[in-house]
């Protein structure tokens, strides 16, 4: 076991009781914390200096495309008719599988680079299993926290069937223990499933269109009764 020890830091623990800022050491055992506390001791461990430094829980990124990584920077000006028609027309279907795994592994090493360390991508480039399975090791390589959002591509509107999602379920979803599974889908208002309604709200009749982000069942041939992944709605 290696013990490191951070030292001079300001650490917010976000932990219910606590104090919102305190000046105090954090202990780490391997990849675990330990202890947190004035003046903890030092014996048999590698002290840090951290003076001047926050520490803090790390980050979530609640919405991310990773497989946009390497288009970052462009279409700024772009109106979302052109983004629609350029990057989700035209661009999206050049992407082969390894691309959408580098594209991963390179977006969330960025987002780790930044504090984030939990990501919520919401993939909707995944023409072939292929595309979504490289996404995926993408993901599992960079080490972060994550919930691969499954979704269809933007200008493919019409019913797909849920048997990728039970693939994803049964297969990545249950190796790694820092991975879920569940759906990126374009608002349930967009679908024709009224069971998706008691998950993400009442109908847009009702005036009332949220994004949502929480555990669910999703739809598959018995109708919607699995339980496990996470659903995302996006309106």
Known sequence: MTRTLLRGGRVITLAPGRPDVEDIDVAIDDDRIAAIGPHLPASGAKVVDVTGKIIHPGLVNAHLHTWQTALRGIGADWTLTEYLATMHGSLAH????????????????????????????????????????????????????????????????????????????????????????????????????????????????????????????????????RKGPVCSART
Request: aromatic residues 6%.
């Open 94 to 225: 050049l992407y082969r599988p390894e691309d959408m795994r580098i594209a991963a592994l390179a977006g969330t090493l960025s987002q780790l680079d930044r504090g984030v360390t939990t990501v919520a991508d919401w993939c909707h480039n995944s023409p072939t299993p292929a595309h979504s399975d490289a996404a995926i090791d993408g993901l599992v390589d960079a080490g972060i926290r994550a919930v691969f959002l499954h979704g269809a591509p933007y200008l493919g509107f019409g019913a797909r069937s849920t048997r990728e999602l039970d693939r994803l379920l049964d297969g990545p979803a249950t190796r790694h223990r820092l991975l879920q599974v569940g759906m990126a889908i374009r608002g349930p208002q967009l679908s024709p499933h009224p069971g998706l309604w008691p998950i993400c709200g009442p109908p847009p009749s009702e005036g009332w269109s949220p994004p949502c982000t929480k555990p669910v069942g999703h739809s598959n041939r018995a109708g919607m009764s």
